[in-house]
């Protein structure tokens, strides 16, 4: 999905009903185009599913983690009713 040199990890934010959301990209080394999965953590978050995304990136995906508002990081107060904007904002975030 993006042709750009990296380490392999690289840091992101993003908005989501104006809080600004916290996370990282595992990102396929060279130039080719990748497919790009977005990990959901567990509810607040203790769980983040990085091993997959480690996995996921040697397997030659693309995958972005990231923190619901409120959680590890990420501006704004925790609720589960605003999860699905989130996930949304994150969703948006990668279609650009």
Known sequence: MWAIEHEGLTGVT????????V???????GEELAPTVL????CPGLEKNLDLAVR??????????FHYRGCWGSAGRYDLRSI???VIAAVD????
């Open 39 to 42: 990990l959901l953590h567990g």
């Open 84 to 86: 699905p904007r989130d």
């Open 56 to 65: 996921l990136r040697e397997a030659g995906w693309n995958s972005l983690v």
């Open 14 to 21: 993003f908005d989501s009903d104006g809080h600004r959301l």
């Open 23 to 29: 996370g990282v990209l595992y990102l396929t080394r």
């Open 93 to 96: 975030y990668l279609a650009g």
